[in-house]
Every structure is written in structure tokens, then in C-alpha cells.
């Protein structure tokens, strides 16, 4: 068989602290160098000019530049070489240097004189996932691709063997879009054998769960007045301490009025492992949906989200209202709905006009979604007028008319 013809033999280097040379500091060198970096090697770059982002990574000590050409000899005690320059005589000593050296090389530019091919490479929770076609770089990334997201998201399932450690994930679940859930919350859902969902959560994703997963609603577990979120902290440990994993699935992100970090100090107490799945949260993504940016150059430098499920004159509430009213910024309401009248009332006594535009936007980025267009001094009877209902967030300020009827996110 001719060398050429031969397949390529996998394996996995481990390069951490040694000696790794690129040369040439371009477009393909910026693609290798992350993973590079990531797997901890030891990287000098040999190269008279870089682009901005290989040079940021040696302005914060991530490799060391030596800005120059390649000469003999640069390859001395490398482990491994990336031959990526636009000069062609020097990428072919470079070649000859690292076959005399017997240093595994790449090159960008002569796949056949190289002694060594960069798979399409991906990574996702503890498996690298490696693909080798080889002179077909595209379908190597396309295979690579296929499998990375089925395993992300759960279409391919690939058991754990190994023991598992039961614990409970805190999953941040979007504001409603099913496909707006992080790619490790989905795994995660894809991976537990109990979900604890809130009302809020995507509903959606549920449906999606294999039928030996246990789904229980977080609003019909069994408590006392005033006691539901002890009841939901007592489930999590229960099912936890019988050795299950288990998803808390919530609205937006677990830690934007969602109680996440209550739910993680009562199992750190009972010595149950918490993994946070940060999400995406419903004050930024609704407004993006309804086509209003929270902030605009010119028209708002700052956002402030504010829980309304308490009244401004309730002696519990902890929003110092007045204080809102003199912002110049957005004002984003969550849970505000059934509470707007009294909340427009303390913000155009504190000195918001009265002509200030609100934008009410009901069951954001769902199929459900609508918006309601009105002022504080009209919002009020506007929300009634229009049987807006939960779950919707409010937007108050000048953003609300950046953008225009026509501006909004697809959510087909």
C-alpha cells in the first residue's frame, strides 16, 4: 500500500507541559491554538506578525511569541508541531526539521507531506470526540457535528457505565422557548431519572423525557399554608438521598427570583451535591423577542430588573421605589402584572413621566406570545382592558419605541 494511501492511526496526545511550536500566527493558527491551550501545552509561536486575537493570547501569557521567521533548529525538543505560515519554503523546512526530528507535524498547507491530520475535534462533558475522513475536512466536521450535538441534547444516548454520583441540578430552563434551554440543562433532563418542574418552566421539554423518568409538578406537592417551598427542598433531598439524579427545572435562571439559591443551601445542609445550570433569563430574552433592547446607544446606558409580587406601599417589599423613579434607565418588571396600577403610581410619583412608554409583553418568545403597548399613566387599564395574564414581563422606558412593530425574534 502506498504511505499515502494508508488510513491515519487515532490517538489522543497528551501535551501537557510540553513543548508545542507553531509557526505562523494567521487565520489557521487561531483555530488550533484554543484547544491547544486548553489541553496545557507548553506553546511557543514562531511568527513576524499574528492576528489580534493569537496576539491577545500572547499579550496574556497563554503561549510565548517569538516574532520572526522560522530558522533551523526551532523544533528542537518539540513534542509536536503546527506548520501554519503563508511562506511555502519555510513551511517545508519546518516539515523536513520536524521528519528528521521525528516530531509529529501538521501542516496547513501540504496535508501530504505532513506526518500527522487535526480531526474535526469536539467536546462535550468529559468526551472528546475526534473524526478522520480523511481529505474531507467538511464531512469530518459534519460527522463531528452530528455527534456532539446528539449527544448534547440527548438524541444519542450513550449510557454511563461507571457509577453515578446522585445528586440534584438546579436547571435554568429559559423563558419559555423550549429550544432557549442551555445545552447542559437539556443533557442533564436527557440524563435524570426525576424532574421537579415549576409552572414556568418549558413545558415543552418534558414531553421529550423518556417515559421511566418521574415527573413531578412542583406546585402539586403535598404542604401546609405557607410551606410550599420547604415541601419542594424535602422532595429534592428525599429522591436525591435514594440515589436518583434529579433535575430542578425552572423558568428563566435558577437564581432571577427563582428561590435557587435557597434550594441549594437546604441540600449543601443535608450534604447533597448541587450542580447550577445557569439559564437564559426572561428580563433580557422576552423584551429581545418582543423586538425591545434593554439598553441602546443614545437612549438607555443601564437596565434594572425588579420583582413586582408585592405592592410598593407593603411593608415586606424591599424595592425602594422612589429611588427607581429618578433612574434615567429601563425599568424591567417581573411578576408585575397583577400589581402594575399601584407600581406606575409610585414611579410617576417619584418623578417618572406619566408619558413614559411600557410595553407589556405576555407569555414572551412561546407561540403564545403577544405585546400590549401603553404608558405608566395608561398601563393600568390597558393590562385590564386587554386581559393580559401571567406570566409577563413589563418594560418601562424609552427602549420600548427603539425598535418598532416590525422588530422581533423568529420563534417558529
Known sequence: MDRKDAPAYPVGLRLAGRRVVVIGGGQVAQRRLPALVSAGADIVLVSPTATPSVEAMADTGELRWERRAYRDGDLEGAWYALIASTDTEANAAASAEAESRRVWCVRSDDADAATAWTPATGRTDGVTVAVLTGRDPRRSAAVRDAVVEGLRDGTLVAPRHRARTAGVALVGGGPGDPDLITVRGRRLLAEADVVIADR?????????????????????????????????????????????????????????????????????????????????????????????????????????????????????????????????????????????????????????????????????????????????????????????????????????????????????
Open 200 to 412: 414556568l418552566g418549558p413545558r415543552d421539554l418534558l414531553d421529550e423525557l423518556p417515559p421511566h423518568v418521574e415527573v413531578i409538578d412542583a406546585a402539586k406537592i403535598p404542604y401546609g399554608r405557607a410551606m410550599a417551598q420547604e415541601a419542594i427542598n424535602a422532595a429534592l433531598i428525599e429522591h436525591a438521598k435514594a440515589g436518583r439524579a434529579v433535575v430542578r427545572l425552572k423558568g428563566g435562571d435558577p437564581y432571577v427570583f427563582g428561590r435557587g439559591m435557597e434550594e441549594a443551601e437546604a441540600l449543601a445542609a443535608a450534604g447533597i451535591a448541587v450542580t447550577v445550570v445557569p439559564g437564559i433569563s426572561s428580563s433580557i430574552s422576552v423584551p429581545g423577542a418582543a423586538g425591545i433592547p434593554v439598553t441602546h446607544r443614545g437612549v438607555a446606558h443601564e437596565f434594572t430588573v425588579v420583582s413586582g409580587h408585592v405592592a410598593p406601599d407593603d411593608p415586606r417589599s424591599l424595592v425602594d421605589w422612589p429611588a427607581l423613579a429618578r433612574l434615567r434607565g429601563t425599568l424591567v418588571l417581573l411578576m408585575a402584572v397583577e400589581r402594575i396600577g399601584p407600581i406606575a403610581a409610585a414611579l410617576v410619583a417619584g418623578g417618572r413621566p406619566e408619558r413614559t412608554p411600557v410595553a407589556v409583553v405576555q407569555e414572551g418568545t412561546t407561540a403564545a406570545q403577544r405585546r400590549v403597548d401603553a404608558t405608566l399613566a395608561t398601563v393600568a387599564e390597558t393590562v385590564t382592558a386587554e386581559g393580559v395574564r401571567p406570566p409577563a414581563v413589563i418594560v418601562i422606558g424609552d427602549v420600548v419605541t427603539v425598535g418598532g412593530e416590525h422588530v422581533g425574534t423568529d420563534r417558529g
